[in-house]
């Protein structure tokens, strides 16, 4: 029954991460790699926290740099969680 039920969350966590939205942004100083789905996972759902910061749809007039250095590196220092120095997030 052990043996079921690990069998089982090994499938269920690989079958899930195969579905994860995952969001790309190159620029010059690099590549991010954002998971969406483990966000939202993280916080149950409530969109709230991110958005509206974050536009549901692009828009040209609205820079993403910016939003996301507010946004995301605001909440990582704020919960000392994710990372905040540039190479945390900008691969080369």
């Known amino acids: 029954m052990k043996l079921f039920l690990l069998a089982t969350m090994i499938f269920s966590t690989t079958f899930a991460m195969a579905d994860d939205e995952i969001f790309s942004f190159t620029n010059k100083m690099g590549t991010v790699t954002f998971n969406h789905t483990a966000h939202q996972t993280r916080e149950a759902q409530n969109c709230a926290i991110c958005h509206p910061a974050f536009a549901q749809e692009y ?31 900008h691969v080369k």
């Open 59 to 89: 828009d040209d007039a609205v820079s993403i740099k910016d939003v996301a250095h507010a946004t995301c590196k605001a909440c990582h220092t704020e919960r000392a969680a994710g990372p905040t120095k540039c190479t945390g997030c």
